[in-house]
């Protein structure tokens, strides 16, 4: 029996030393961590007491804005850069015809963009049967009638409109926006 009682001692030694152990490394690792996170944050500070300056960065490619006039500037340019993509939607989304070619319809560039804008219709969501094409738009404009490419039957067809702003170059594309057009066609 004194055997069984000498093993539970030094397995109980055993166990008592892993704790501390795991504790001491556990005491360090805080203590590396807090002087690490001290010392990156007195970094961060400026020498003679002012706020520290702003870094944001990305992994890979990226903007980098390095201090607070720098981001200030990375930032008004991607807003103006987002308000040039912006474009308002002006349409209702039923054209109606008595003969499958001729349709009523309200289609336009709101008077909200900037840029003048495009329209295709395309009777299949694969954009491969196109019955639509307008000359360019202005801001404001919209068109009330169109002539379908090809003659549809009577019934409901659903079609997809494409809305295209073009720069004032009318060669760069700036936004483009899909919607699902119902023709009506009466018999």
Known sequence: MSENVQEKQKSSK????????LIVLLVAGIIIGIVLFGKRSNDDSSADGEEPVVTIGYEGAGVVALGEDEFQKTMEEMIKQAEDGLMDLRYK???ESTDGVHFDCMIGNSENNIYDMYFNIYLNTDL???ILLTGLVPPGEMIETFESEIPLEPGE????LVFTQVKDD????????MVVLRLEVSE
């Open 14 to 21: 055993l166990v008592i030393i892993l704790l501390i152990v």
């Open 93 to 95: 989304n039923i054209a």
């Open 128 to 130: 491969e049967q196109q």
């Open 157 to 160: 067809h659903e079609a997809t």
């Open 170 to 177: 009318h060669a760069t594309i700036c936004g483009q926006v």
